[in-house]
């Protein structure tokens, strides 16, 4: 049997980062990761990230959501090294500093934001240097994006004539205000958290990558995780833990991952014919996700990407200065420019973030739209409605059961409801009102019926799920502020699944943070 201090399951955001921190230090660590390499030519053009292959995305749908009219939703994961770093929109948002100082006042001590920022600056390479917020020397490039749309600077401008502050570094001093974000890439391509931490250490004695396999469970016993079971093309086999396993799954399959390993709710684990070996009834509960509503305009302005013959060809032209270069439209995160808001005056952080995007949007960018036009989303940032994670079955291959229960509590619609409205006020706006667009979508905006229905019609994610294995200092927590899972030893949770709150932002730079420090925590432990 082979055997490793440390078992990272997942190589996405934390884990990614995890299982590079603890082989870098010198323990020998096996990284588990059940999809491909992630090295193709789709998944490093940021342009291409509506085409990237179907084996790099898990492509999970919701169970019907009452408060979406009934509807499936659509939830994209990534799968293979990098997990969702290596398919997402590779915005760099940390959240806010009251997200971290609320996780403190919960009951995560050494969570605040205090706590958490130096984690940050460890992670990051920021092209624009060093200083009390940013930090340059670490693997994960941040860095301004090499061409932008003139509609995405047009959209800044609109905000500003409606006297939103113009806001240059949402990862700064202040989140609030309108700007262009900064982005997850390295020379005009895609830098993944895999191509950040493992990509590096990939000729290393010390890291074992094991991809295109599928975890069966975790190894319990004596009240300790003592090593994985996986499946690789139908044989089973089973790695022992010297130190302990991390479980960086991610939300969706963490918990999916503890239940098939008799951690979770006693019953329905009975229900599906698995042994309970903790009864842990917040596995798979407290899911939380941003909730976005997708505004949508026409124009005549081919400036905007969109499918026309003008349109085609400067895509074509655009490849060909990509391949050759590195710059051009091929590096656009399409999520260009954005914002952060607050639309109830009792919020205490913003709770409303922007997306503009320079094409027209429909179903996720799954189906494809005429003409020329451009998108913007809103989204709730600190939702109060809760889901859940539950099996489908014991089957590991089977999808888990996700149930977002969107838009449930009435004060997320109330939110949605104001910042659908703030989008529109900006397009109609002078500097965005030049293109003269044209609603997809036209609806009342003062009647809050006509607008509720429009946007339970049309909501959906904003993929940025969190919560179903939570953090916390109370005993129905999932793991300890040490995000040691609560009465097993040896095994540790580090992924967004563990946030006891939904972060004021997108979750790829926080979960890259958690597995930043979930590395330190173990390296102390295994000193003992």
Same mark, same amino acid.
């Given at each position: 049997?082979?055997?490793?201090?440390?078992?990272?399951?997942?190589?996405?955001?934390?884990?990614?980062?995890?299982?590079?921190?603890?082989?870098?230090?010198?323990?020998?660590?096996?990284?588990?990761?059940?999809?491909?390499?992630?090295?193709?030519?789709?998944?490093?053009?940021?342009?291409?990230?509506?085409?990237?292959?179907?084996?790099?995305?898990?492509?999970?749908?919701?169970?019907?959501?009452?408060?979406?009219?009934?509807?499936?939703?659509?939830?994209?994961?990534?799968?293979?090294?990098?997990?969702?770093?290596?398919?997402?929109?590779?915005?760099?948002?940390?959240?806010?500093?009251?997200?971290?100082?609320?996780?403190?006042?919960?009951?995560?001590?050494?969570?605040?934001?205090?706590?958490?920022?130096?984690?940050?600056?460890?992670?990051?390479?920021?092209?624009?240097?060093?200083?009390?917020?940013?930090?340059?020397?670490?693997?994960?490039?941040?860095?301004?994006?090499?061409?932008?749309?003139?509609?995405?600077?047009?959209?800044?401008?609109?905000?500003?004539?409606?006297?939103?502050?113009?806001?240059?570094?949402?990862?700064?001093?202040?989140?609030?205000?309108?700007?262009?974000?900064?982005? #997850?890439?390295?020379?005009? !391509? &895609?830098?993944?958290? %895999? +191509?950040?931490? $493992?990509?590096?250490?990939?000729?290393?004695? *010390?890291?074992?990558?094991?991809?295109?396999?599928?975890?069966?469970?975790?190894?319990?016993?004596?009240?300790?995780?003592?090593?994985?079971?996986? #499946?690789?093309?139908?044989? !089973? &086999?089973?790695?022992? %833990? +010297?130190?302990? $396993?991390?479980?960086?799954?991610?939300?969706? *399959?963490?918990?999916?991952?503890?239940?098939?390993?008799?951690?979770?709710?006693?019953?329905?684990?009975?229900?599906?014919?698995?042994?309970?070996?903790?009864?842990?009834?917040?596995?798979?509960?407290?899911?939380?996700?941003?909730?976005?509503?997708?505004?949508?305009?026409?124009?005549?302005?081919?400036?905007?990407?969109?499918?026309?013959?003008?349109?085609?060809?400067?895509?074509?032209?655009?490849?060909?200065?990509?391949?050759?270069?590195?710059?051009?439209?091929?590096?656009?995160?399409?999520?260009?420019?954005?914002?952060?808001?607050?639309?109830?005056?009792?919020?205490?952080?913003?709770?409303?973030?922007?997306?503009?995007?320079?094409?027209?949007?429909?179903?996720?960018?799954?189906?494809?739209?005429?003409?020329?036009?451009?998108?913007?989303?809103?989204?709730?940032?600190?939702?109060?409605?809760?889901?859940?994670?539950?099996?489908?079955?014991?089957?590991?291959?089977?999808?888990?059961?996700?149930?977002?229960?969107?838009?449930?509590?009435?004060?997320?619609?109330?939110?949605?409801?104001?910042?659908?409205?703030?989008?529109?006020?900006?397009?109609?706006?002078?500097?965005?009102?030049?293109?003269?667009?044209?609603?997809?979508?036209?609806?009342?905006?003062?009647?809050?019926?006509?607008?509720?229905?429009?946007?339970?019609?049309?909501?959906?994610?904003?993929?940025?799920?969190?919560?179903?294995?939570?953090?916390?200092?109370?005993?129905?927590?999932?793991?300890?502020?040490?995000?040691?899972?609560?009465?097993?030893?040896?095994?540790?949770?580090?992924?967004?699944?563990?946030?006891?709150?939904?972060?004021?932002?997108?979750?790829?730079?926080?979960?890259?943070?958690?597995?930043?420090?979930?590395?330190?925590?173990?390296?102390?432990?295994?000193?003992?």
């Amino acid at each position: 049997m082979d055997e490793f201090d440390v078992i990272v399951i997942g190589g996405g955001s934390g884990g990614s980062a995890v299982a590079g921190r603890l082989a870098e230090a010198g323990k020998r660590v096996c990284l588990l990761e059940a999809g491909p390499r992630n090295d193709n030519m789709f998944i490093k053009t940021p342009g291409f990230m509506p085409f990237i292959r179907n084996a790099s995305n898990y492509r999970y749908d919701t169970v019907p959501q009452k408060g979406l009219k009934g509807r499936i939703g659509y939830q994209p994961r990534g799968r293979g090294l990098g997990g969702s770093s290596a398919i997402n929109a590779m915005i760099y948002i940390r959240g806010n500093r009251w997200d971290y100082d609320n996780w403190a006042a919960l009951g995560c001590d050494g969570w605040s934001y205090d706590d958490v920022l130096p984690y940050f600056k460890r992670a990051e390479h920021n092209v624009r240097g060093e200083d009390e917020y940013h930090g340059a020397r670490g693997p994960l490039w941040v860095s301004d994006q090499k061409y932008c749309n003139p509609g995405s600077h047009a959209f800044v401008d609109a905000a500003t004539q409606l006297q939103l502050p113009h806001n240059a570094d949402f990862n700064g001093a202040k989140q609030e205000g309108f700007g262009l974000y900064q982005v #997850t890439q390295k020379d005009g !391509e &895609r830098w993944s958290a %895999a +191509r950040a931490y $493992v990509e590096p250490l990939r000729s290393s004695h *010390n890291l074992d990558i094991r991809i295109g396999v599928t975890v069966q469970r975790i190894e319990i016993s004596e009240g300790r995780a003592r090593g994985v079971t996986y #499946t690789v093309a139908g044989k !089973e &086999r089973t790695l022992s %833990a +010297r130190g302990g $396993v991390v479980l960086s799954a991610g939300a969706f *399959n963490s918990p999916q991952i503890m239940m098939l390993s008799g951690i979770g709710p006693a019953a329905h684990l009975k229900e599906h014919g698995i042994d309970v070996l903790a009864d842990m009834a917040a596995v798979g509960s407290d899911l939380q996700d941003h909730p976005d509503y997708v505004s949508s305009w026409e124009t005549d302005n081919t400036d905007f990407i969109g499918t026309s013959l003008k349109g085609s060809v400067r895509m074509v032209k655009a490849i060909v200065e990509h391949r050759r270069k590195r710059t051009g439209i091929m590096t656009t995160p399409y999520a260009e420019a954005g914002g952060f808001w607050k639309v109830m005056n009792d919020a205490p952080a913003p709770d409303v973030q922007w997306h503009f995007v320079p094409a027209m949007l429909e179903d996720h960018g799954r189906q494809s739209v005429k003409g020329h036009g451009f998108s913007l989303h809103a989204c709730v940032l600190r939702p109060e409605s809760r889901g859940t994670v539950r099996l489908a079955s014991n089957d590991a291959d089977d999808a888990p059961r996700i149930d977002p229960n969107f838009l449930d509590d009435e004060r997320d619609m109330a939110t949605l409801r104001a910042g659908v409205r703030l989008s529109h006020r900006i397009v109609d706006a002078p500097a965005m009102a030049v293109y003269n667009p044209q609603d997809r979508y036209p609806v009342d905006l003062d009647d809050d019926d006509a607008l509720d229905d429009l946007i339970r019609s049309r909501a959906d994610t904003v993929y940025h799920p969190v919560g179903t294995c939570r953090m916390g200092s109370d005993p129905d927590s999932v793991v300890d502020p040490q995000l040691k899972v609560r009465g097993i030893n040896g095994l540790w949770i580090a992924d967004a699944s563990i946030m006891p709150r939904l972060v004021s932002g997108n979750t790829n730079a926080p979960s890259i943070m958690i597995g930043e420090r979930c590395a330190d925590l173990v390296k102390a432990e295994l000193k003992h």
